[in-house]
C-alpha cells in the first residue's frame, strides 16, 4: 500500500470516528412531531422526522421542519451536505408568509429551481412573533441524480452530513417563490442521527397536520401529482436529462472537471 493510501484510509477512520450525531430529539407542540432536531449556533433549528420503515437505496419521504429568525433574508438547507448537486430547501419570509423554493445548484453560482423534490405544507409553517417556521412533508428531497449521473440516496439508517446557508440580505422578490437572491453571509455543515429519526406515528403526523388551505399564502401547497415510488425514482433522471439537453456538452465537461476534483481530493 502506497503512504498516500494509508493516509487516506487514516483521515476516513478519523473522518468516522468524528461524524458524532449533532441532533437532539424535539417534540414540536404545535404539530405533536417528534423530531431529531439540530439546533445550529445561529439561530436556526433543522428538524426531520422519517417513516419507521426504509428500505435501503429506496426513495422515501420525510417530514422537515425548519425554525428561524424571520430577520433572515433567506435560509436553505442542503440533503447532501453540499452547496452543489443535491436539493436545496429555500424559505424566506413574504410579510406574514414563510414562502419555499426547490432549487439545485450545478456550481457555486445562484441555484436553479428543481421540480423533483416537491412539498407539501403542513399545520406548523407561519410567522408568529420574530420567527418563521416552515413543516413540510418533502418527496425527492432524500434521493436524486448525483452529479455522475448516478441515482443516489441519503442512507436513512446512520448518521447523515446536511449543511445549511442563510444570508440576511432579503430575496429580490419574495412573492415569487423563482426569486433570485444573493450569496449567503455564512454556511454551516452537521451530522443529523436519522435512525433516531425514525417513527410509526410518521403517516398519522402528515394525516393530523396536513392543512386545507394553502399554508404559507402565496406559496401554495405544492401538491404532489401522485408520483408512486417508481415515479419517484424516475423524476430525478428525467430532471438530469433535461439539464443535459440544456447545457449540451458543457454539463459533460463539468461532470468530467468535478470527477477530476473528487479523484484529486481522494488521493490527497
Ligand atoms: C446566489 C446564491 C449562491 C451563491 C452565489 C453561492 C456561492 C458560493 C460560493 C462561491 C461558495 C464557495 C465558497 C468557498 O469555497 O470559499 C459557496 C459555498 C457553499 N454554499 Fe453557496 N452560494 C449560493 C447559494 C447557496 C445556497 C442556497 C445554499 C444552500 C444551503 C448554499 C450552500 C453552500 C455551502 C454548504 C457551501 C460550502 C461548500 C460546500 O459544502 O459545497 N449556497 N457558495
Ligand atoms: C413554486 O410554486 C409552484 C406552485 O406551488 C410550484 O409548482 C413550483 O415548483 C415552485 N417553484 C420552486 C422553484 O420551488
Ligand atoms: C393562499 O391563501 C391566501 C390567504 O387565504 C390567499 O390570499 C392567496 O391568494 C392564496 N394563494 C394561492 C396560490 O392560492
Known sequence: MKWSSITAVATGLVGTAAAQA???PYTDAETGIAFQQYPSTDGIQFRVALPETIEPGQPY???LQIEAPKSLGWVGWAWA????YNPLTILWPNGDQVMHSSRMAFGYSPPSAY??????ILKGTGI????MKF???CKGCSSWTDFTGEPFTVDASQEARFAY???ANPVATPSDNTSTFSIHDSVGHWYHDLPAAKSASFDEWVAKNTVAGNGTGAAG???NAGLGVAGLRRAPLRFMERVRRDLGADVGTRLEERRKETRAVAML
Open 81 to 84: 451536505g453540499q452547496m452543489t
Open 221 to 223: 401547497i405544492n401538491v
Open 61 to 63: 419521504d420525510v417530514i
Open 22 to 24: 449533532e441532533s437532539v
Open 165 to 167: 446557508a442563510f444570508s
Open 135 to 137: 413543516t413540510a412533508l
Open 128 to 131: 408568529t412573533g420574530d420567527t
Open 115 to 120: 421540480p423533483d423534490a416537491t412539498y407539501q
